[in-house]
């Protein structure tokens, strides 16, 4: 069983969506677990002035990344995958870079599967 | 000449590559180095297939070990999916990044994604050169980069060359719709490259008329060449299984595109298990990838899943050593094509090849069409919705239990005439002739 993080941070994500992707994954022998910034992220109001939407969707996924917790990123440094689960995710995943030197940090759940085909086969 | 024509094939997707195109590639090397031809290859290197699109290790045995294989790095950051190797400037603004991309990407070539390759091609196709003069190159598209290979070894030296179109450029051949205008920048390279062409060459009629309505210039130089089944990767003939008893075993292979009516096919296949006209018992296997790219599509997948309740399963990709095996455990094939009068498919020739009845699920406007118009056990939808497919499914139980032994000896003569060998002799023929008198 590969150690995996899930990450959410995109306030749009539903909860069928986080349990649909948790469930690939554990059904291809991930220990998954989530990791769920998605209420530290702004939401993006539809009705605001374009350029505020902007400022926002562009500040919004490094905000969420603020809501990792000392503990959850020193699990997430020494973790063999961690998975940005939708767009916002990939900033929080992107800065564990320098702190976990050795896992697989890849985006979206099809190249986390495929990195979990390419663990069982090392196996 | 004296010695053996030299030929410079340049492909992006070559084994152990697993994209669709591969196989005609293949095929054509191999077709040239069996009439005594000296083939070089330029492609892509390995890990750009394990990464991108998937491997058929397999395939590389296919090669005729006379062949010489020079492999050119590419890197395709787009689809890098490692965020380890994400700049900042990609994390922080994504369609800015891709937008620079696209456009950095077409400096040297108007192609997005594969522009950046033409360099590196250029330098490996004149060391080639160099090394053994070149008498003639082929360059499979897509991607088109590689006709700027051939283009610029042809300006730099001489070397005449020949386009082949396994899809085409500036048409969109699902819709019919011109993509790219001819003054764009890219019909100027697409014209520059087709006058000067030995050849060009089209995977089927409605796509070379295209072309030679709006080159009609240069029409006497555009044949098709059409796909083939491959003799060396497929037993002929398959024998034929006896269902009689039992439920009947459909099968589906092929990379299941975006564009292949798959909830279509599943939605008819539940309807005609529902109506007791597929018998209880029966089954439909999937095998192939899901969408272009080495990691599963995920709408596709989750289509597959949700219908294993109703007997269906999916295969996985089948390596091509192992696709003889996968028909020989079926009783009727499915051939599910995206719509579209210029769209043929490479696997029809195959289904051909092996003797069993086929379910069409495409329009009638196809390409396809034309290529199955002779063979006797062919249901067609009528409509590519739920009820055409329920229809054509029970169309395909009745032929699966018929064996009429005319019938099997139509089939097996419209097979020969669509081997691949059968489709490039006569081009290989004409360009033996041209480059050694």
Do not use: C
Not at chain 1, 33 to 41: N, P
Not at chain 2, 306 to 318: H, K, L, N, R, T
């Amino acid at each position: 069983m590969t150690t995996t993080f899930l990450v959410f941070a995109d306030p749009r994500t539903t909860d069928d969506v986080v349990s649909a992707h948790a469930g690939a994954l554990q059904a291809s022998g991930a220990d998954v677990e989530v990791v769920d910034l998605r209420s530290a992220a702004p939401k993006v109001a539809p009705h605001r002035p374009l350029p505020v939407r902007a400022v926002r969707a562009v500040s919004a996924p490094w905000l969420a990344s603020r809501g990792l917790d000392t503990a959850t990123r020193a699990r997430l440094a020494s973790a063999p995958l961690i998975v940005a689960g939708d767009r916002f995710a990939i900033a929080s995943v992107w800065r564990m870079r320098r702190a976990n030197r050795a896992g697989d940090l890849v985006n979206g759940i099809p190249a986390a599967l495929a990195a979990l085909r390419a663990r069982a086969g090392e196996d | 000449m004296t010695s053996a024509p030299h030929l410079l094939y340049v492909a992006w997707g070559f084994p152990p590559s697993r994209a669709g195109g591969v196989y005609r590639a293949l095929a054509t090397v191999n077709a040239f180095a069996a009439q005594g031809w000296r083939v070089t290859v330029l492609t892509a290197d390995r890990e750009t297939y394990a990464r991108y699109t998937g491997a058929d290790p397999s395939l590389e045995a296919q090669v005729d070990p006379r062949i010489e294989v020079v492999r050119v790095p590419f890197d395709w950051p787009a689809q890098d999916t490692d965020v380890r190797r994400y700049s900042f400037l990609r994390v922080a603004l994504p369609p800015v990044w891709h937008r620079i991309r696209r456009l950095a990407d077409q400096i040297g070539f108007p192609e997005p994604s594969y522009g950046p390759w033409l360099p590196a091609l250029r330098r490996a196709a004149a060391a080639v050169h160099a090394r053994r003069p070149v008498d003639l190159t082929i360059a499979t598209a897509n991607p088109h980069v590689t006709f700027g290979a051939a283009h610029d070894l042809f300006r730099r030296s001489g070397v005449p060359y020949v386009m082949d179109y396994r899809d085409a450029w500036r048409l969109d051949v699902f819709t019919g719709v011109e993509t790219r205008r001819r003054q764009s920048r890219a019909g100027r390279v697409e014209a520059r490259m087709i006058r000067d062409a030995r050849e060009v060459w089209f995977v089927n009629e409605p796509i070379r008329a295209w072309h030679a309505a709006h080159d009609p210039e240069h029409a006497a130089a555009m044949h098709v060449v059409a796909n083939g089944w491959d003799p060396t990767l497929l037993e002929f003939p398959l024998e034929r299984p006896d269902p009689d008893g039992r439920g009947i075993r459909f099968a589906y292979l092929g990379t299941v595109t975006p564009k292949v009516p798959l909830a279509e096919v599943l939605d008819g296949w539940r309807l005609a298990l529902a109506e007791g006209t597929v018998p209880a018992g029966s089954t439909l296997t999937i095998g192939g990838h899901l969408g272009y790219f080495s990691v599963p599509q995920g709408r596709l997948a989750d289509l597959v899943t949700g219908a294993a309740d109703a007997g269906v399963s999916y295969a996985g990709p089948v390596p091509k050593a192992s696709v003889g095996e996968f028909y020989a455990n079926a009783d009727v094939l499915v051939l599910a094509l995206g719509s579209g009068r210029y769209v043929t498919s490479g696997k029809v020739y195959e289904y051909v090849a092996t003797g069993r009845p086929i379910v069409a699920v495409h329009d009638a406007e196809n390409a396809t069409t034309s290529v199955l118009s002779g063979h006797p056990l062919v249901a067609s939808v009528t409509s590519v919705d739920a009820a055409g497919v329920a229809a054509a499914l029970a169309e395909g139980v009745r032929l699966a239990r018929s064996s009429d032994p005319d019938e099997q000896e139509r089939v097996r003569e419209l097979a020969l005439a669509y081997s691949r060998d059968h489709q490039l002799a006569p081009r290989i023929a004409a360009l033996t002739e041209s480059v050694t008198r």
